[in-house]
């Protein structure tokens, strides 16, 4: 009972700190718009070449894009002293984990499926690949905030932290991005993305069950 | 309940702090750790509270029963508020004690917030508080889920609670501790300041 | 924790490996494990490049090029081999609390990450005659890119913390949620290969002459000689900083200085 109401507690707290700060997530939509934006002007404007890489391009911002916000999950707590609060509650710290990332990628993951299907269009690429692209972009985000939680536990108010967990990061988010990117890929090419997005869809499970408790490791081991 | 610390010894940043060191105290016990700075007070009171590993030792909270993990046995309040600038003081509070699994309903947050006299804060943002007021808003969430229940009264660890507290404040807390104990709390504080806490026993530990 | 030999003698009793968990114990084994290996990795080079630069036949299809596989297949070997290690004392670390555990993991990072290197440039240098680029993104060259991300990246997160105990701990955990993700990677890789090229461009796994064998064999096992003397080194290097003020060392300085 006190789980729920912990779990829902900190859900709770994460809303209302996006809806107070609209630039928690408003910055990271706008790092989406402009890095999309960047890269016709260095291949040029060809909607051939452009529909090549549109979807490798897309899906490669909305990935940093999640990744420059992995630095909220800890840093503003580890200033303020509300850490303590998580790691002195009687409840399961991988639960409570698992709740701040959840709400994390419900609003921005959300925000950047949502916006992904409207940068398709700078990319010439059709109406199907770009709803694919929305659906692998929301499974993606999740699994690489997932997985980024334990680096951001570990560099918690580190020097250079978000650089630092950038470098741990993305090479760990080559499956989702191989799959997720892969099934839109197919659907470009008229064929079928079930496998792609089974694979990926299972990347997220297994980041699912494992990462919180590696992150709630994590945050003892940087906090102790 | 029953805290029991054998030969603890703790290091912060790759240095031993301190060594051997092993007390007991009982429900209803004020026991007040004092140092030189840098002693350790900090870092003693963040591995009772679970926060920190020690180099060595062994740290027990007892119940007649069973034995307590540092989460369920204490409630830890440090140097910082722990609250967050952007939020109100109630959804602040609301989050403090659901964490802790306290009460987080409306009256519980109320009386809490009443008993060390910032009721009227309940709706303020906690960025726009002064210090004293930043304060005593965190120390409330001591105070939430009140003194009533099955569970025995949880423990408390207070760093430095007096700080940037006025005269009348420090008097309320003082009260309000004094309240704890006689409830059957245990109380363990460090202070660089004196106060006059009204107590059935007193214990103190030198760094 | 142990402090002497004799205290950990007494503590573990039979089972006499364990006293080796003290750096003071470990220290001297250390350096004759590293001198013998130095001896090993000189000599078996020596044979092994000897066979596979001037007695292994020349290759029908590509010459004399391929002669860079003794090199580069060893480094790749070792640049796995070596990450699962360094995974291995990342988890005796964490488990244990045995700091020589977390000093061997620091020790086996900067050569897997060299052999790593080593791999990819070796496989640039094949590449460029065979295929006529530098660079393919085949399964296992790509794998070995990533690899020295990881490795790279955990040297990275061990460097940023000054508390030491933490940081031993923290890149402990960044080694081994790496060696979890490296058969996913890989895995992913392979797919994402065969689904984008084919199978057209892979290094040759043709069947190689005796003598082409044995010469990968020697030199493989020259990798893992050297790869062992440099991580002791190294080893006895992070020892000596980390253990700088205990008794031990200061009097065994004083043994060296006399």
């Known amino acids: 009972m006190s789980l729920r109401v912990a779990v829902g507690a900190v859900f709770r707290r994460e809303m209302q700190l996006f809806a107070r700060r609209k630039s928690d997530?408003?910055?990271?939509?706008?790092?989406?718009?402009?890095?999309?934006?960047?890269?016709?002007?260095?291949?040029?404007?060809?909607?051939?070449?452009?529909?090549?890489?549109?979807?490798?391009?897309?899906?490669?911002?909305?990935?940093?894009?999640?990744?420059?916000s992995l630095p909220r999950l800890f840093d503003e707590d580890a200033r303020d002293g509300s850490l303590e609060l998580l790691l002195t509650s009687p409840e399961p710290l991988a639960v409570l984990i698992l709740a701040r990332v959840a709400a994390l990628s419900l609003a921005l993951g959300l925000a950047l499926a949502v916006v992904s299907p409207v940068f398709a269009l700078f990319?010439?690429?059709?109406?199907?690949?770009?709803?694919?692209?929305?659906?692998?972009?929301?499974?993606?985000?999740?699994?690489?905030l997932l997985v980024g939680a334990i680096?951001?536990?570990?560099?918690?108010?580190?020097?250079?932290?978000?650089?630092?967990?950038?470098?741990?990061?993305?090479?760990?988010?080559?499956?989702?991005?191989?799959?997720?990117?892969?099934?839109?890929?197919?659907?470009?090419?008229?064929?079928?993305?079930?496998?792609?997005?089974?694979?990926?869809?299972?990347?997220?499970?297994?980041?699912?069950?494992?990462?919180?408790?590696?992150?709630?490791?994590?945050?003892?081991?940087?906090?102790? | 309940m029953k805290l029991v610390v054998t030969s603890l010894a703790a290091e912060r940043g790759g240095r031993a702090v301190f060594d051997g060191v092993s007390f007991a105290a009982e429900a209803g016990t004020l026991l007040r750790v004092t140092g030189a700075n840098g002693a350790g007070k900090t870092t003693l009171l963040r591995i009772l509270a679970g926060l920190a590993a020690p180099a060595a030792g062994e740290v027990q909270w007892r119940t007649e029963d069973a034995m307590l993990a540092p989460a369920q046995a204490a409630s830890y309040v440090g140097h910082a508020n722990a609250f967050n600038d952007a939020?109100?003081?109630?959804?602040?509070?609301?989050?403090?004690?659901?964490?802790?699994?306290?009460?987080?309903?409306?009256?519980?947050?109320?009386?809490?917030?009443?008993?060390?006299?910032?009721?009227?804060?309940?709706?303020?943002?906690?960025?726009?508080?002064?210090?004293?007021?930043?304060?005593?808003?965190?120390?409330?969430?001591l105070l939430a889920g009140g003194t009533g229940g099955s569970a025995s009264p949880r423990a408390w660890l207070l760093d430095e609670p007096f700080v940037a507290l006025d005269v009348d404040t420090q008097a309320q807390l003082a009260a309000v501790i004094a309240a704890r104990l006689a409830a059957g709390g245990l109380v363990i504080y460090t202070s660089h300041q004196a106060v006059d806490i009204a107590a059935a026993r007193t214990q103190e530990l030198a760094l | 924790m142990a402090r002497t030999e004799q205290q950990s003698n007494e503590k573990y009793g039979g089972r006499w490996f364990w006293r080796y968990a003290s750096p003071a114990a470990f220290f001297p084994l250390a350096g004759r494990i590293e001198a013998l290996c130095w001896v090993l990795a000189i000599v078996l080079s020596a044979i092994g490049l000897y066979l596979g630069f001037f007695v292994a036949p020349t290759d029908a299809q590509q010459g004399e090029v391929y002669r860079v596989i003794f090199i580069h297949v060893p480094a790749a070997w070792m640049a796995m081999v070596i990450y699962l290690a360094m995974a291995f004392w990342s988890l005796l670390g964490l488990v244990l609390g045995t700091r020589l555990s977390f000093m061997?993991?620091?020790?086996?990072?900067?050569?897997?990450?060299?052999?790593?290197?080593?791999?990819?440039?070796?496989?640039?240098?094949?590449?460029?005659?065979?295929?006529?680029?530098?660079?393919?993104?085949?399964?296992?060259?790509?794998?070995?890119?990533?690899l020295f991300f990881?490795?790279?990246?955990?040297?990275?997160?061990?460097?940023?913390?000054?508390?030491?105990?933490?940081?031993?701990?923290a890149s402990a955990l960044i080694a081994l949620v790496g060696a979890i993700n490296v058969p996913i990677i890989y895995f992913s890789v392979k797919w994402?290969?065969?689904?984008?090229?084919?199978?057209?461009?892979?290094?040759?796994?043709?069947?190689?002459?005796?003598?082409?064998?044995?010469?990968?064999?020697?030199?493989?096992?020259?990798?893992w000689a050297y790869s062992i003397a440099a991580a002791m080194h190294r080893l006895r290097t992070g020892v000596i900083e980390r253990e700088r003020n205990a008794a031990w060392l200061r009097d065994a300085v004083k043994g060296w200085l006399r």
């Open chain 1, 25 to 68: 997530w408003a910055n990271p939509l706008m790092f989406f718009l402009i890095v999309c934006s960047l890269f016709p002007f260095a291949v040029g404007s060809e909607s051939e070449r452009l529909k090549l890489i549109g979807i490798g391009v897309i899906f490669v911002g909305a990935l940093l894009a999640a990744m420059l």
């Open chain 1, 123 to 144: 990319y010439a690429l059709p109406g199907d690949v770009a709803a694919m692209l929305a659906l692998t972009v929301a499974m993606a985000v999740p699994t690489l």
């Open chain 1, 151 to 224: 680096a951001a536990a570990l560099l918690v108010s580190a020097r250079g932290g978000a650089i630092l967990t950038a470098v741990l990061v993305l090479p760990l988010t080559i499956p989702t991005l191989i799959f997720g990117a892969g099934a839109a890929l197919r659907v470009l090419y008229g064929e079928s993305p079930a496998a792609e997005l089974a694979l990926q869809a299972a990347f997220m499970l297994l980041a699912l069950a494992l990462c919180p408790l590696a992150a709630a490791a994590a945050l003892k081991i940087s906090t102790d």
């Open chain 2, 87 to 141: 939020l109100t003081v109630r959804e602040n509070l609301v989050y403090a004690a659901a964490l802790a699994g306290l009460d987080d309903s409306r009256q519980g947050i109320e009386s809490a917030l009443t008993a060390l006299g910032v009721r009227n804060l309940l709706n303020r943002r906690f960025g726009t508080l002064s210090q004293g007021q930043r304060k005593r808003a965190s120390l409330a969430r």
């Open chain 3, 104 to 146: 061997m993991s620091h020790a086996l990072a900067p050569t897997g990450a060299i052999m790593a290197v080593i791999s990819l440039w070796t496989g640039a240098l094949w590449g460029r005659p065979t295929w006529g680029t530098y660079w393919v993104w085949d399964a296992r060259l790509t794998s070995t890119l990533i």
């Open chain 3, 150 to 169: 990881l490795y790279v990246g955990y040297m990275a997160l061990a460097a940023s913390f000054d508390d030491k105990k933490k940081g031993d701990r």
């Open chain 3, 192 to 223: 994402w290969n065969t689904l984008h090229q084919g199978s057209s461009v892979r290094p040759g796994s043709s069947s190689m002459a005796t003598t082409m064998l044995t010469a990968m064999l020697i030199m493989t096992f020259a990798f």
